[in-house]
C-alpha cells in the first residue's frame, strides 16, 4: 500500500513570513494526483491545492505553492506572507489512479502556529 | 450547491449501545468515504462506496463497524455495543472519479462521537 509521511508534527511561522511544510510518499505508480489539504480547529477539512504527477509545473494557489520532487516523490507546500488564519492542522493526501481504486492515503498532518 | 453534510455534529452515548452516523454527499459524486479521526491524530480510512461496486471494507477495526450505502445517496456507518476507544470525530468525504475531474475529496464537518 502507499505510504504518505509528514516528517514534521509542528511547525510555526511568523505572520508575513514563510513556512514549508514537507510530504514524502511511496507509490510504484506514475500517475497519480496529490492534495494538500488544511483542518482549522473548527474541523472541516478544506482543500488548498492539488498536483496531477502527469504535470511537470509546481501548482499554485494565490499565497500557497508546491514544489513536486516526482523522481524523489517529494511534494512540499509552501505558504507565502502567512496569516494569522493559516493556523490549522495541513494534511497531505496522495491519491491513487482512478483505474486502480480511487483510494486517498493521508499523511499524520503537520500543525502550524502561526505567531503574530 | 450544498456540500457533503453530516448528522448528528456531535453524539453522546454509553458505553455497549449503538450509534447510526449519517452522510449525504454532494449530488451526483459516486464515490464516499469514512474516516475516523482520534483527538490531534490523522485521519484512520474506514471504508470507501464507489458507485454499485462492492465496497472497500478494509479499513473497519472490528465486526462492530459497519456501512452502507443506497445507490449513491446517503450512507450510514453503524457502530454496535460502542467502546470508549471508539471516540473519535468521523469524517465523510465524497469524490468525483470520472476522467476530466478535479478528483478531490469534499469533506463534511464531521460528527463527534464521545463513548462515555
Known amino acids: 500500500a502507499q505510504t504518505v509521511t509528514q516528517s514534521q508534527p509542528e511547525m510555526s511561522v511568523q505572520e508575513a513570513e514563510t513556512v514549508t511544510l514537507s510530504c514524502t510518499y511511496d507509490?510504484?505508480?506514475?500517475?497519480?494526483?496529490l492534495f494538500w489539504y488544511k483542518q482549522p480547529p473548527s474541523r472541516q477539512m478544506i482543500l488548498v491545492i492539488r498536483?496531477?504527477?502527469?504535470?511537470?509545473q509546481n501548482a499554485t494557489e494565490n499565497r500557497f505553492s508546491v514544489n513536486f520532487q516526482k523522481a524523489a516523490k517529494s511534494f512540499s507546500l509552501k505558504i507565502s506572507d502567512s496569516q494569522l488564519g493559516d493556523a490549522a492542522m495541513y494534511f497531505c493526501?496522495?491519491?491513487?489512479?482512478?483505474?486502480?481504486?480511487?483510494?486517498?492515503?493521508f499523511g499524520t498532518g503537520t500543525s502550524l502556529t502561526v505567531i503574530p | 450547491g450544498a456540500g457533503v453534510s453530516q448528522s448528528p455534529s456531535n453524539k453522546v452515548t454509553e458505553k455497549g449501545k449503538d450509534v447510526e452516523l449519517r452522510c449525504d454527499p454532494i449530488s451526483g459524486h459516486t464515490a464516499l468515504y469514512w474516516y475516523r479521526q482520534r483527538l490531534g491524530q490523522g485521519l484512520e480510512f474506514l471504508i470507501y462506496f464507489q458507485g454499485n461496486s462492492a465496497p472497500d471494507k478494509s479499513g473497519l477495526p472490528s465486526d462492530r463497524f459497519s456501512a452502507e450505502r443506497t445507490g449513491e445517496s446517503v450512507s450510514t456507518l453503524t457502530i454496535q455495543r460502542t467502546q470508549q476507544e471508539d471516540s473519535a470525530v468521523y469524517l465523510c468525504a465524497s469524490s468525483l472519479p470520472l476522467a476530466g475531474s478535479s478528483y478531490e475529496q469534499y469533506f463534511g464537518p464531521g460528527t463527534r462521537l464521545t463513548v462515555t
Open positions: 507509490t510504484s505508480e506514475s500517475d497519480y494526483y
Open positions: 493526501a496522495y491519491r491513487t489512479p482512478p483505474n486502480t481504486g480511487n483510494q486517498f492515503y
Open positions: 498536483q496531477e504527477a502527469y504535470k511537470q
